[in-house]
């Protein structure tokens, strides 16, 4: 599992890092990186030692520039129908049952912005650029753009940035609530990992049980979500990893949690 065609994956101390590694062309999303992408999260879903995922792009210059527009000339509707009529690469991220952080270390635009925004924690090195310029080709955002981006920076400002298709500095995109943190690109690496592996000693049923419940509060009425919870709450009750952490708790010592 440690390299597709275009993508390079590693796994240390319960951290897998994905890397699109298509420098050349800025990290351009393709159907052939989609799909390697897809596979390769299949994969860390079923093996049990992954317990944080971590998104990047290869090189200094871009985490994800967009989809490869070659590949849209020539299209038509029926075309990208099909294209888009399985599960999208991010959808599959969105669904992951895992943690997944976007460590953006350059460009995050069009397909890569919504690849990013999909992750459930964005860090952006002080480099970055990120934005949804679809309308400058005469189209629109067809991989959530248009549902996460307001879900995350309000209604006004994703209207601003998808009207006119702005890119934004790291800088900006921390103020309006797109990215969460924003780093010296130098420290980006390092600081991601000190994340993910804070995350990775955490038990990973109640993460994955956490993840649920999130998702849930974006997509449902507040009651149904507060319902939703609370039956996760009680099912983690059922898990070895409750049991180990409240004994750890009262025993005073760090638990070891087995995902069971």
């Known amino acids: 599992m440690g390299e597709r065609e275009n993508v390079v994956i590693g796994v240390a101390g319960g951290i897998a890092t994905i890397t699109i590694n298509r420098p050349e062309?800025?990290?351009?999303?393709?159907?052939?990186?989609?799909?390697?992408?897809?596979?390769?999260?299949?994969?860390?879903?079923?093996?049990?030692?992954?317990?944080v995922v971590v998104i990047t792009g290869a090189g200094e210059k871009a985490f994800i520039a967009g989809a490869d527009i070659t590949e849209f000339e020539g299209r038509t509707s029926i075309d990208q129908f099909r294209v888009m009529s399985g599960v999208t690469v991010f959808e599959a991220i969105d669904r992951f049952p895992k943690p997944v952080i976007a460590a953006i270390n350059g460009y995050c635009l069009g397909g890569g912005c919504e690849l990013a925004m999909a992750c459930d924690i964005r860090i952006a090195a002080d480099t970055a650029k990120l934005g949804q310029p679809e309308v400058n080709l005469g189209l629109l955002p067809g991989g959530g753009g248009t549902q996460r981006l307001p879900r995350l920076v309000g209604l006004g400002t994703a209207y601003r940035l998808l009207y006119t298709g702005a890119i934004i500095d790291a800088a900006e995109a921390h103020r309006i609530g797109l990215v969460d943190d924003v780093v010296p690109a130098g420290e980006l690496p390092h600081r991601v990992t000190a994340l993910a592996a804070a995350i990775a000693t955490k038990s990973p049923v109640a993460l994955q049980l956490i993840k649920e419940a999130v998702r849930a509060s974006v997509r449902t009425p507040l009651d149904e979500g507060m319902r939703h919870e609370r039956t996760l709450f009680g099912l983690a009750f059922s898990s070895q990893d409750k049991a180990e952490g409240v004994a750890a708790f009262l025993e005073k010592r760090a638990a070891e949690y087995t995902g069971r």
């Open 25 to 51: 062309k800025r990290n351009a999303l393709n159907a052939a990186t989609r799909a390697d992408l897809i596979e390769t999260l299949e994969d860390l879903a079923a093996d049990a030692d992954v317990r």
